[in-house]
Each structure stands twice: as structure tokens, then as C-alpha cells.
């Protein structure tokens, strides 16, 4: 475990010098050649190591008797922190919502269903952030006298107003939906997703609410004003998750037992009262409550 633990510690520490490394070379800085050649063989010693780590973790897996791909994917989860892996992952699915909104496509609706939009309370905050970064990196143009210090800040800038289109893009591509079976599929881009089975909802009802916080919390019992509780890990049967858009929630959903969920970087906690946001509330009640078709 000390070489898995290494492996985790290098990652956590070459990844960012790599970053600025590459975003050094990209804005046109002249570094030393020995610098640019020390950083290369450092990248290379981690690299080494963590194929080292996870070929002996695959050996180990494939021993016990997993197959291949569950092989990879143990050896991959005992190196890679599960953080390092959902951003990662989110990322690249943000990237790939930004051609689903072009070609206006829907991620995982299916004919039958039912999608509910949540973008409502958010679109021109989105917006108005993506504006702001435009005007900023045009003044920065004419006020950074620097061409290299001027080319960094413009591959930073360039890549937030990227990331913001794409997160917004991740949410109005990825809606909540309510299946025909009465399932629920409650999203918020690719940070959050929880299937919610027909069998689990007790009610469904409009609850507009106005919570502060971040955007997956969770509080005691449900019964305050939606403003308690913290971050804890959600472990009680009480615990109610707020999905919170725009600062508010529209739609209360109570749940017969405690269904288990993932905060956008991994951890695991527990619900049986879910607060969410949709756009038209009574729409998505409405469609929850119908009786499945027989």
C-alpha cells in the first residue's frame, strides 16, 4: 500500500507543475533548458511509477479472478483519487454537452419521457459571468504590456468562458426526467445524478423554497426552513438534500426510504427528503403523479 500511496502523491503533486509547465510554453515564456529537461524526466520518473503500480495492481486483481476491464478499473481507482477522476470526468462530459446543445439534442431522454428544464434561475447569471469574461480579457488586451504575462491570461480566459458554456451546456442537455415506469432522474449537468425508483416516492409536491448554500446540501429533518445544516456526510435516515438553483428549490419530494446519492466529488450520503429545482414545477408533479401505464 506505501507504492499505491506514492503513486497518489505524486499525481497530487506533478499535475499542477505539468499545467504550468504547459501553460508556461504556451503563453511564450523562455524557460531554461535545464528546467523544461528536469521537469520532462520528473514527468517521466511519476509516469513510470504509476505504470509500475498499476500493472502490480492489475496482476493482484486478475488473481483474485476479475476480468480485464474490472481489472483496469480497480487498479485505476486505487491510484487516481475518486476526486482527481469525477472532475476529469465531468469535464470531458461538459465538452461533449457543448455539441449536444448545438445540435439541440437531450442526454438521456428517450421517447416516452418526460424532461423538466432547471436552467431558469441560472441562464442570465451564465451569461452575464461569460459576458464579464469577454470585456476582461479584451481590456486585459490593452492594459498587460507584457506579450507572455497577455498570452497567459488569455489561455486562462479563454478557457473559463469555455468551461462556463460548457457547464451551462451540461445542464440544459442533461434535464431531470420522469419516466413512463414513474421513475425520476434528477440531474444538475454532469455534477450530479440520482434515479429516483417509482417504488421509493411516498409524495411529490410544488415547494418553492429559497435555501442558502452550495449547491448539494443537506440538513437535519426536513422540517426548518430549508437554511439549516451544513456538510455533513448524510448518513441519517432524516437527512434532507437540497439541489439548490439560483438559490431556490421548487419541487419537494418525499421518499418512503433513504436512497443513497454522490456529491459532485464522490463522497456518498443518504436522503429521504429531496428538494430539487425545475422550471415548471407543476408540470414535473403533474407527470410524477400520473399512474404508470399498465
Known amino acids: ?21 504547459v501553460l508556461c510554453v504556451v503563453s511564450g515564456v523562455r524557460l531554461p533548458g535545464w528546467a523544461v529537461v528536469a521537469a520532462e524526466v520528473l514527468v517521466l520518473g511519476v509516469l513510470l511509477l504509476e505504470a509500475r503500480v498499476l500493472r502490480s495492481l492489475y496482476a493482484a486483481a486478475r488473481a483474485r479472478g476479475a476480468t480485464p ?19 476529469l470526468l465531468h ?37 452575464g459571468l461569460v459576458f464579464v469574461s469577454v470585456v476582461e480579457t479584451v481590456a486585459l488586451a490593452f492594459l498587460i504590456p507584457w506579450p507572455a504575462v497577455h498570452r497567459a491570461v488569455l489561455v486562462l480566459d479563454v478557457y473559463g468562458v469555455l468551461l462556463m458554456l460548457a457547464m451551462h451546456a451540461a445542464c440544459v442537455t442533461r434535464p431531470h426526467v420522469v ?53 455533513g456526510d448524510g448518513t441519517g ?21 433513504p436512497l443513497e446519492f454522490r456529491r459532485p466529488l464522490g463522497a456518498r450520503a443518504r436522503a429521504r427528503t429531496i428538494r430539487f429545482h425545475a422550471d415548471d414545477p407543476r408540470a414535473l408533479v403533474t407527470a410524477l403523479r400520473q399512474p404508470a401505464p399498465p
Open 179 to 231: 419516466r413512463p415506469d414513474g421513475s425520476l432522474r434528477i440531474r444538475y449537468g454532469a455534477l450530479f445524478d440520482l434515479t429516483v425508483p417509482a417504488d421509493a416516492v411516498a409524495s411529490v409536491r410544488v415547494d418553492r423554497r429559497y435555501p442558502e448554500g452550495r449547491l448539494v446540501k443537506l440538513s437535519g429533518d426536513g422540517k426548518g426552513d430549508g437554511n439549516a445544516g451544513g456538510d
Open 69 to 87: 476491464a474490472g481489472a483496469r478499473r480497480e487498479a485505476v481507482r486505487a491510484v487516481v483519487p475518486v476526486a482527481v477522476r469525477r472532475l
Open 91 to 127: 469535464e470531458l462530459r461538459a465538452a461533449a454537452s457543448l455539441g449536444r446543445w448545438v445540435l439541440r439534442r437531450e442526454h438521456g431522454v428517450r421517447p416516452g419521457d418526460v424532461a423538466a428544464a432547471y436552467t431558469g434561475p441560472q441562464t442570465a447569471m451564465m451569461y
Open 1 to 21: 500500500m506505501s507504492a499505491v500511496r506514492a503513486a497518489r502523491f505524486a499525481v497530487a503533486a506533478v499535475i499542477p507543475g505539468e499545467l504550468l509547465l
Open 237 to 257: 435516515d432524516g437527512q434532507v438534500l437540497d439541489l439548490i438553483v439560483g438559490s431556490q428549490t421548487t419541487v419537494t419530494l418525499e421518499l418512503n426510504r
